[in-house]
């Protein structure tokens, strides 16, 4: 599986951005792609993840009802709209990709085998 993650950039609070996740999965797999960001000096956190096949979401509190993880199994991209920024949001953010991971450990990256390159997320206050 291969991934390759866009969309960062520079916002001001308050903001939104569109990240994307190209990959290079079956559209009926058991695979499930998660975002992860990671600020300086903190370790990778997990922020949100969909199952390929069949669409259910999952989502850090800190995120819910501000970003929505969708994907487009047409162009084999899963998306991460990012609503309301904070500076706190402020990191690098990587897709990864899980082959069959069950729900409680879905927020663990050792779940997932594949990465891709990260995108700086800079929120300005």
């Known amino acids: 599986v291969q991934l390759q993650a866009s969309g960062g950039g520079l916002v001001q609070a308050g903001g939104s951005l569109r990240l994307s996740c190209a990959a290079s999965i079956r559209t009926y797999s058991r695979y499930v792609v998660g975002w992860f960001r990671q600020a300086p000096g903190k370790e990778r956190e997990f922020v949100a993840a969909i199952r390929w096949s069949g669409g259910t979401t999952h989502y850090t509190n800190s995120v819910k009802g501000r970003f929505t993880i969708s994907r487009d199994n047409a162009k084999n991209t899963v998306y991460l709209q990012m609503n309301s920024l904070k500076p706190e949001d402020t990191a690098v953010y990587y897709c990864?990709?899980?082959?069959?991971?069950?729900?409680?450990?879905?927020?663990?990256?050792?779940?997932?085998?594949?990465w891709g390159q990260g995108t700086l997320v800079t929120v300005s206050s």
């Open positions: 990864a990709a899980s082959y069959g991971v069950i729900t409680s450990e879905t927020g663990n990256p050792k779940q997932y085998a594949h």
